[in-house]
């Protein structure tokens, strides 16, 4: 079986996990869990630019795998979208770290992840302060989440 | 970095840096919480499709426990014959007769008396969260009342929102006692100013069925007007049989059980069948069909609907025929080797993820034969000439007016309101998957609401992740109130309050406090956990087919990740995405290859460690236990756990040749006696079981492997 040919069978099946009425779309706002879980780290302004090629000439708000596979198959095969190594994610952390203290406040937090970058939408935000904020400090020491954020690439 | 007394350009490199930073970390969390989704759907496939394959399982089977209810319910046809109420009621309040019963007076749990008042509902709830248990007497009393109770109703209940504000409909408890107490603690008891409605299914897979039914027929006797019950699938001896609620009553009641049995079969048969909420809104536990007929439904007599299992069915090949001369089809018998395609052709599970129209024709075709095969083989087996009753096609069941409608079409009535799930797609098809029922898509709703001026449907039937969930354009809800169904962690459960202007508003919950005490990662770890479990079990339990399913594509012992996800689902058939979920259930060399052997040998040692038993018949086991454990407890028609030699032989006869395993007659004496039952030759579940692996280790295959060594871990 062709490398080729492995690699849409792979995007075929995460699409069709998503796929509700079996009838080869999914909704758009779906793609970006599809892109993601199928190995790639896009950032949302390239995701809007995957986006654009996958729609319809009038979007319909949702997405056929006719479009969708052939994007996808390169995207995997160039090997777009690529993650920066875990130590730089570290450093990133460590950039907003100002005091240096191993631990980021949950004020610091919501402040840089809903008003720099991409900013997050406030169920990201809730999500992201649930599972990493320490209750009882109400702080992310940064180090033990970013064990939880490193996953094995399938 | 940027320290606050730093210079502006210090400062305006901080910024940069800070959002550079927050991209990153950004893209990372996306990536991370795409992964969970992804893993939170395949984790929910994995569990509907093993339950899709049970429920598979009973279709095959479905035929021959038919046949066997038959064959081993007495006087089964004079039974069909007389009218069910009269003569049979009378023996059957002798048979539970409980005003003689003594209640002794260590038993320090509720003493109900007649007629019940509110008091008495709160004092159960309050022995039930005490772990106690009603006296069989009170709990056949009770039920003497709910029947006579239920007889008065009429098959479909009228509720008004404007004597009660609101009304509160809950769908599926399936034994969970617990789910009950949560949604009481939410939203009340039931009381002259709380209307409920409970959409069925109230029994099986939860262990505390029995309590559940308790609590709901007291709030309905005391409060008549405002506790509304439908009936569900479920509210069905033969599917308790398989799902567990017949095994509950009877381990609870040692000496009562199948007393209470007994009685419950006949209050469920009087359940009513759909609620109306201000004529506007319908509630019914499955579905719809496109001939679902109001006025014949009010009319029914409902209560001679005993079980699905000896309702008519509807004859698929007609069916079959219709659908293709409407898609231009030739009506030519399909090839063995397409009926093998078509067979690993048609993956999906539940309507939602129904295949296209054409698969979905050739599996049911597939599924028709090979249960026909078995049956003929069956009958000419035990000589047994089975005179053929007339069975109505589905054209002309459709062609008949109300008044000419003989029992079978108003059985598939009843049938439709109980098993149907909704697809997207417009039509309406048989539900093979159930065995009973359809798939109606949204046409078929949108003539429904049309014909009777409803403005939405309200069913249950199928787990929701969220306890509820809209289709049909928002004109069927469902609405499903067992929470963590699956697993702890898996799906919330969700109930529904209407008031007068029928707005619906949802309240979810899920009932277990560690559920709520886990972040959003450990629970969907949890609940994938569970789900490859059994999925190892399961592909466990097909080691033979896997294995020569390998071999086809290499004799050397390796094949390619690839050829794996193909072979499996090519055996399996469960539709699951295998290249997903492989991480969890592979570890391949750097190369990307998989030594099969070792993977199927790894398998096994897991399921091995769990059960002290021999590889070869523990797969065998694995895969036919439920099926043996229902046949046992169909044949076991007094609930004694005991099963006669005669009976054994004859269902053993049936049962073998229905999978495949040939045994002459001497075969069977000398296995019966092989076994240690004792001397009045009963035979119990247990050495039932161990009838089926020594009958496994002495066909020619098994001969070969060394002999097993009795466990006292029996299954």
Redesign the interface.
Known sequence: ?GLIA?IE??IT??F???D????QTVDVREI??????LG?????AQLHELLAEVEEEEPTGYIHLQKFLPVMTRVLVERSYQ??PED??L???E??D?NKCGYLTKEELVK??TE???P?TQE?ME??L??ALDPETNTMRYKDYIT??I??D? | ???SHCSSACRFR?CA???????????????????L??RR??TW?IFQSIEYACEQDQIKLHNFFSYLMDRFTPSSSKERKLPHAFCRYAELEKYCDYESMEVPDSYVGPRLSFPLLPDHATALLEAFKQKQQLHARYVLNLLHETRKHLKQLPNISHVSTCYSEEVTVCGDLHGQLDDLFLIFYKNGLPSPSKTYVFNGDFVDRGKQSLEILIVLFTFLLVYPNEVHLNRGNHEDHMVNLRYGFTKEVMQKYKVHGRKILKMIQNVFCWLPLATLIDEKVLIIHGGISDTTDLDMLEKIQRHKFISVLRGKKRKESNRNVEIQEINGEDKAQASPAEQDGAASACP?SRA?????MANRLEFSRWVRQTVQEQIERCRRLVDVSESEEEELTYSSLVSMTDLDAPESFRSLQILDILWSDPM??EGCRENTVRGGGCYFGPDVTEKILKKYSLQFLIRSHECKQEGYEFCHNRKVLTIFSASNYYEIGSNRGAYVKLGPDLVPHFVQYQANKTAHTL???QRISRVEESAFRALREKLFAHTSALSSAFKAYDKEGRI?L??W?TAVESVLRLGL????L??QLVRSAADGTLEYQSWLEDLAMEQRSREHIQSGLLEVIYRNRSNLETIFRIIDRDHSGLISFEEFHQTWKLFSSHMNIELTDDGISDLVRSIDFNKDGNIDFNEFLEAFRLVKQSTPAARAKPPRSHDANRI
């Open positions: 079986m492995e069978k792979k099946e995460a069709e996990v998503f509700h009425e079996c009838n970006g869990s599809i892109v993601r879980s790639c780290y896009p950032t949302e993650p920066t730089v994610l450093h990133a952390f950039a907003l100002v840089y992840m720099e970058g991409e997050f990201e999500d992201m649930s599972a939880l954020m996953v094995d399938v | 970095m940027g320290h901080f840096l800070a959002f550079k930073a927050a991209v990153l970390i950004q893209r990372w969390y996306r990536r991370y919480v795409a992964r989704e992804m759907r395949c496939r999906q939602a993820q129904a295949p296209s997207p797609q972040t959003m990662t390619t690839s050829t996800a995405p295998w290249r997903m492989r991480p």
